[in-house]
């Protein structure tokens, strides 16, 4: 777009089309451009354009016949992409409300629903790496270049671990890497670029048994009729199912889908996270023919397909995480969002939309029934269903044969002091009862929610910890790796011998991780077979449904994991539930520290005593007076809820107020800090509106940048909107040196 434009302006030639077309960028505006001749466009294509002489991506939001700017301004858009692939209206329009929730571009919000399809015909060829030199060599070279070139390092250690070609993509998502360290590594031979042909994966994860269709019980029929009458008069209704544990959810799900799809409607169901729920995700597969399976893990080739097939009605079910609530089926009649509670709902980049709000906005739009479902709602869910917003719905009881377990509260205070000191892996009693259930050839589940052997080490003469060179917050020691790495950066370093500080000999391993704890129950139990479940152990392909089938086959006796098992797991054969410490989220500074814990608890509760055999759980802990864990151990989410309202309402959290965070992210401390100073100067006074900050974040830098936020509290729905136009835009904020975060509803205040 040259400045000096000739002076007389030619006019638009006769027949021009021109679209205004969002572009995945933080501009608030849409841009004009046209269509060469020939060249069709409908709202909903996405189109590749020049801007400022990048090529992006963008989608055509409208089309018209004349335009008010220079035509000899308007350059032509370079090509419309995907072929036939057009957003549907309806998704057009909850982009818009998108944006507008979350204080993002319209083009941004777009670019969260349309799935990166592929965007040339045919198979496309993918590159990956794979380890070229021999095995002994490459883990050789892991070491030799851990501190040179730890990113090299790193890089090759995935691809090694991965155990077989890995895509570049991936390598680099997981690894946190630029091109460079794979290309220097290719060069020195111990990688080896190669290209292989786009998978058509398979659609279904595959189905182990085909779900019973059960005769519902009172409770389950009771829930059904009531939904069934919101799908008969094809009306938008937002429905909380609150069912216990084990109470028949799923089956509820099903049924009022099976409903929707008689009258030839279709549905979306969103789980938490795919591949932690293969169970929940088969039993709709193996009900329904005509289900389309949008997991992470397709390629976008695949993607594109179930989207085709979504789009041309041919699948009229789609299940999927988060994402899939952006599926493109025909004549939508029920969303469902199972385990409504759950943090992976909430995405925490750009744009930060929250599934579940969305999943009641589209229902809105499309004229669809939504069914929320937990065991552990929400405050804010539960307080809408309080309030008549929602229709609540409720189990009490486990449906079939499974009853709630026993819970035992293990008091840690009261170990033996030597023991304490060391930090307490298993309890007297937890042990006792996991030697009872393994003599009894029983399952056992232990659910630690810290990875590595110990999350701090410690200098015992100065009390120093190793923290990360690049963030403010103590290493995990990583006995297995022998590294110690930071959950933050990835950032990873050699124990020292002696203490940075004080130069005392010997560092302390504080605290408690899965990986120490798997070695005190192998030191225990020689004799059980025992397997972990962590992000550090699933690295390799395929490893998650390899454990999961391993252990519903029997071939594991002691399952240890992070939250990665603590949902949708229903093995009959586990009897003892094991929760080694229910303390680690409880004194995170967040106002929902108590609730996450209780929605633990109860979570990692409920995978016991679902067979016929009665099951128990231990739940070892340091705070058995907190109102969180004794609420947990006695299966009363009621009293919970009552309790944690109070707090709120003292304190003025959600659901009594809707939360706001600006996070400023910078090199320079300073600058984080007074541009927060500004952003905050019209909020103050406001009405309806308390600000928090701007204050230091708790974890004060992340890779070298200072971080400050505040906390924008927001009473009333006006109050609300006044404080969102208030602050501005991310664009308005932002400088070059200074990331600004806007984040409405924040998942984490970290
Ligand atoms: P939730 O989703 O509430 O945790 P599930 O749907 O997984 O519960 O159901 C728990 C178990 O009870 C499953 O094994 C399921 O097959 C079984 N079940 C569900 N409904 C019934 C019923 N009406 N009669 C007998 N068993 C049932
Ligand atoms: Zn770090």
Redesign the pocket.
């Known amino acids: 777009m040259s400045e000096s434009a000739p002076a007389p302006e030619p006019a638009a030639e006769p027949g021009t089309t021109f679209v205004q077309v969002a572009l995945n960028l933080p501009l608030r505006r849409e841009f004009t451009y046209r269509l060469p001749p020939g060249v069709t466009a409908r709202p909903g294509n996405r189109v590749r354009v020049n801007f400022h002489g990048r090529a992006l991506g963008g989608v055509v939001t409208s089309v018209a016949a004349v335009c008010d700017l220079p035509a000899a301004k308007v350059k032509p858009i370079e090509a419309v992409l995907d072929g036939d692939l057009t957003l549907p209206d309806a998704l057009l329009r909850l982009a818009e409300v998108m944006a507008q929730t979350y204080g993002c571009s319209l083009g941004e919000a777009l670019d969260a629903l349309l799935p990166a399809v592929a965007k040339r015909r045919g198979q496309r060829r993918i590159p990956h790496l794979e380890v070229q030199a021999p095995p002994d060599l490459a883990r050789q070279a892991v070491h030799e270049l851990e501190d040179k070139h730890q990113e090299q390092s790193r890089v090759l250690r995935t691809v090694l671990e991965y155990g077989g070609p890995m895509p570049v993509l991936d390598v680099r998502r997981r690894t946190g890497t630029s091109d460079s360290p794979w290309q220097t590594l290719v060069k020195h031979g111990l990688l080896k670029r190669v290209l292989i042909a786009e998978q058509l994966e398979e659609l279904v994860p595959a189905i182990e048994e085909r779900?019973?269709r059960?005769?519902?019980?009172a409770h389950?029929q009771r829930a059904v009729d009531t939904v069934a009458h919101s799908i008969a008069a094809r009306t938008h209704r937002t429905f909380l199912l609150h069912?216990v544990?084990?109470?028949?959810?799923?089956?509820v799900y099903l049924r009022i889908l099976e409903l929707v799809r008689e009258q030839g409607r279709s549905g979306i169901v969103l789980v938490p996270e795919i591949s932690l729920t293969p169970q929940t995700v088969g039993r709709f597969a193996s009900r329904f023919p005509d289900v389309a399976v949008l997991h992470s893990g397709l390629t976008s080739a695949e993607r594109g397909r179930q989207w085709q097939r979504l789009l041309q009605g041919k699948a009229k079910v789609a299940v999927g995480a988060r994402s899939a609530l952006f599926a493109p089926v025909q004549d939508l009649g029920l969303i469902v969002v199972d385990e409504e509670h759950e943090s992976s709902f909430k995405q925490d980049s750009t744009p930060r939309y929250h599934a579940r709000e969305m999943a009641i906005e589209r229902g809105r739009l499309e004229q669809a029934v939504v069914v929320l479902g937990s065991?552990t709602p929400t405050l804010e869910s539960i307080g809408k269903a309080r309030r008549s917003v929602y229709e609540l719905l409720t189990?009490p009881e486990?449906?079939?044969a499974?009853r709630l377990p026993k819970i035992v509260v293990q008091d840690l205070r009261s170990e033996p002091k030597e023991l304490r000191r060391q930090g307490v892996v298993l309890s007297r009693t937890l042990l006792v009862m996991m030697q009872e259930r393994l003599a009894a050839k029983d399952q056992v589940l232990l659910f630690l929610n810290r990875r590595g052997y110990s999350p701090v080490l410690l200098c015992p003469g100065c009390g120093d910890a190793v923290k990360c060179d690049a963030c403010s917050v103590s290493m995990t020691w990583h006995a297995r790796r022998g590294r110690l790495v930071c959950h933050w950066c990835s950032h990873e370093k050699r124990r020292p011998e002696i203490c940075p500080t004080c130069q005392h000999a010997g560092m302390h391993e504080l605290g408690v991780g899965t990986e120490r704890l798997e070695q005190a129950v192998k030191d225990r139990f020689p004799d059980a077979i025992v397997a972990r479940m962590d992000a550090d152990t699933m690295a390799e392909r395929g490893a998650h449904e390899r454990v999961l089938a391993a252990f519903r086959k029997r071939h594991i006796d002691v399952l240890i994991g992070t939250q990665m098992i603590a949902k949708g797991l229903?093995f009959p054969d586990v009897t003892l539930v094991g929760v080694v410490s229910a303390d680690t989220g409880l004194f995170v500074p967040d106002y929902r520290a108590a609730e996450r814990t209780f929605q633990l608890l109860h979570q990692v509760a409920?995978r016991a005593g679902?067979g016929e055999k009665a099951g128990t759980v231990v739940i070892q802990t340091f705070c058995p007076d907190n109102y969180a864990v004794e609420a947990a151990a006695r299966n009363d989410y009621d009293a919970f809820v009552q309790q944690e309202l109070v707090f709120r309402k003292l304190a003025g959290y959600p659901p009594f107020a809707r939360l706001l965070r600006v996070l400023a992210e910078s090199r320079h401390e300073a600058e984080a800090q007074q541009l927060l100073q500004q952003a905050v100067t019209p909020l103050r006074g406001m009405a309806g509106v308390d600000v928090l900050g701007p204050a230091p974040a708790v974890i004060a830098r992340v890779k070298e940048h200072w971080r400050w936020h505040m906390l924008v509290k927001c009473y009333q729905p006006a109050s609300f909107a006044a404080a969102m136009a208030a602050i501005g835009t991310v664009e308005d904020l932002a400088t070059r040196t200074c990331r600004i975060t806007l984040d409405v509803d924040p998942g984490s205040l970290m």
Do not use: C
């Open positions: 779900a019973v059960h005769e519902l019980n389950q069912g544990t084990g109470s028949g959810k799923t089956e065991a189990l486990r449906a079939g499974g229903d409920g679902r």
